[in-house]
């Protein structure tokens, strides 16, 4: 599975911004999917998560009521809905996926990453 996110970009605090991932080379939909970013200095971390069903979500306490997950097994592809940003999310982020069914936080249950795309929150 090759996987390819976009949608960074530079945005006021406040803001919105919609991440978009993309998967080739096989069908998504056994596949569990989540959201990790690093900011410069940092470790990475998790942001977001969401089962192979699409039934099962989990998001970071710093994200919750503010970023959504979906996926769309038609499109291939894995959504990060982010509102009322902050200047603490900047960071790249970085879509993954494994073969399993449920959420996981944890980077070592993902097989397969993605480039980051940068996203920039200006106070």
């Known amino acids: 599975v090759q996987l390819q996110a976009s949608g960074g970009g530079l945005v006021q605090a406040g803001g919105s911004l919609r991440l978009s991932c993309a998967a080739s080379?096989?069908?998504?939909?056994?596949?569990?999917a989540g959201w990790f970013r690093q900011a410069p200095e940092k470790e990475r971390e998790f942001v977001a998560s969401?089962?192979?069903?699409?039934?099962?979500?989990d998001y970071a306490d710093s994200v919750k009521g503010r970023f959504t997950i979906s996926r769309d097994d038609a499109k291939n592809a894995v959504y990060l809905d982010m509102n009322s940003l902050k200047p603490e999310d900047t960071a790249a982020y970085y879509c993954?996926?494994?073969?399993?069914?449920?959420?996981?936080?944890?980077?070592?249950?993902?097989?397969?990453w993605g480039r980051g795309t940068q996203v920039t929150v200006s106070s």
């Open positions: 993954a996926a494994a073969r399993g069914s449920q959420t996981s936080s944890r980077p070592g249950m993902y097989d397969y």
């Open positions: 080379g096989r069908t998504f939909k056994s596949y569990r």
């Open positions: 969401i089962s192979s069903s699409g039934g099962s979500t």
